[in-house]
């Protein structure tokens, strides 16, 4: 705890009297143990709170664990997954339930209508069909089925042991992302660049190109390592990068921000694709992917640690600005669009970038109004101190990159995993993004060796 009291103390704890000490919120003296219980508390949205037939996690829960809708969402699915494998790899979860979980959720998946390969953005868990997130959107997402393919490579390198369920599910992965057709997402006629949508009623209607900085990366690193339906550098230099028109360079609170939105927007657009990519010693010829994420997230976290807008609630203990439930609905928050909406999520999944930061914010949303944001799955969604407002609900694609990313900060395991994945190295390669070997010491203070250093 010394380098959290530091971080507190250093700035001193103005409303600390928000987040008293509870008396009946988790026991977590030490880092393990708070690890632990965040972890699994959060993991059990994807295993007990996942729809009974099917295996797939719903869109958003209650945080009493109440069954809002039977709405699925795709992404959520992949971090599912991922959370999934968490609970098996610490054994909170025998192997063997693991696997057979997971094959439910393949069984179901093949069930759903793909378009070009690609998954929609959501379905119901009822029937299985497609359920349009705006007008024109009855096809295919194309960043949802890069989420959930993220979540299926992990699953498929995890279980690799010869037994008739797991090599069932390196199979069935296998099915899935054979025949996702990236290159048919590249629009014909139009500037090359991989595209959001595309439906067999409305076509490009939508016409949104995946365009950097935002949670699209994994998109064009798992299009350019596709076996069958791969797309070309090119596509990579003029869609994602727009000829280095997505580079920023600009300082925002003393840091450089590499690339993306005025003070980084949103954190999810960091977080998501790093949940399976590493990217510790990851770089181009136009940034490094490591100081791009850490400068994204420092960003945050000084804009509500200085607090410029005057939020009740906000500074080294409540911090974390994201896309989230809100007091009126989901909405997007960021240094330049902040109402005073805390979301969990967005500083304990900057854990391996933040440690010191996202441990003091763990440990005071424990406290925050004697548990009221603890509940049956963790965190709720997101809060809003001066509104004395707490969501009473919990969101897949918000849930999972808790668990992901703190398993990424104890072991790398999910880092490990996918950026291992032939697709995945493949995709790098083609795209022309190479790894440098950093001296071990670089990253101490911010992502710890495999086997729980950082928990000695």
């Known amino acids: 705890m010394t380098n959290v009291r530091a971080v507190l103390e250093g700035y001193g704890a103005a409303n600390w009297s928000l987040f008293a000490a509870p ?21 059990a949205y994807f295993w007990d709170g996942a729809d009974v037939a099917t295996g797939l996690p719903y869109d958003r829960r209650g945080t009493k664990g109440q069954v809002i809708s039977d709405l699925v969402s795709l992404g959520g699915v992949g971090f599912g997954l991922m959370a999934i494998i968490v609970m098996a790899h610490r054994e909170w979860l025998a192997r063997e339930r693991a696997a057979s979980r997971v094959l439910t959720i393949l069984e179901a998946l093949h069930k759903i209508t793909r378009f070009r390969g690609a998954f929609p953005h959501f379905v119901k868990a009822s029937d299985l069909k497609t ?5 024109m959107d009855d096809g295919a997402d194309l960043v949802e089925t890069a989420l959930l393919v993220q979540g299926l490579l992990c699953a498929r390198e995890y279980f690799d042991e010869e037994s008739p369920a797991e090599d069932n599910i390196r199979e069935r992965v296998n099915q899935i992302v054979t025949t996702v057709e990236w290159s048919g997402f590249v629009r014909p006629k139009a500037r090359p660049s991989l595209f959001w949508h595309w439906s067999p009623n409305h076509e490009w209607s939508l016409n949104l190109p995946i365009t950097g900085w935002n949670e699209g990366l994994v998109a064009y690193v798992l299009a350019a390592g596709s076996p069958n339906h791969f797309i070309d550098r090119q596509v990579f230099q003029l869609g994602w990068r727009n000829e280095g028109k997505y580079r920023n360079g600009n300082s925002y609170y003393g840091h450089s ?15 998501f694709s790093f949940c399976g990519l590493d990217p510790r010693g990851l770089f181009d010829d136009h940034i490094d992917y490591w100081d791009q994420v850490v400068a994204h997230c420092r960003i945050n976290y000084e804009h509500c640690r200085r607090n410029p807008m005057g939020h009740m609630g906000y500074g080294v203990y409540g911090w974390g600005l994201t896309a989230s439930d809100g007091p009126k609905g989901y909405l997007v928050s960021c240094p330049l669009s902040d109402v005073g909406v805390i979301a969990p999520t967005a500083a ?19 406290s925050y109004g004697n548990g009221r944001l603890w509940g049956a799955f963790g965190f709720a969604d997101a809060f809003a101190p001066a509104q004395n407002w707490v969501s009473n609900c919990n969101l897949a694609i918000n849930q999972g990159p808790i668990v992901a990313m703190i398993e990424n900060y104890r072991t790398g395991l999910l880092w490990r995993l996918f950026t291992n994945a032939p697709e995945v190295v493949t995709g790098l390669t083609r795209l022309g993004i190479g790894r440098r070997q950093h001296h071990r010491a670089e990253f101490q203070s911010a992502s710890p060796p495999e086997g729980e250093g950082c928990e000695q």
């Open 23 to 43: 008396p009946n919120t988790p026991e977590c003296t030490s880092l393990p143990s708070l690890l632990d219980t965040i972890q699994r508390q959060h993991a």
């Open 131 to 135: 359920v349009p997130l705006q007008p």
């Open 257 to 271: 921000l590499p690339a993306g939105l005025p003070y980084g927007g949103p954190l999810f657009l960091s977080q």
């Open 348 to 366: 304990l999944s900057s854990f391996p970038f933040l440690p010191d930061q996202a441990e003091a914010a763990a440990r005071a949303f424990l």
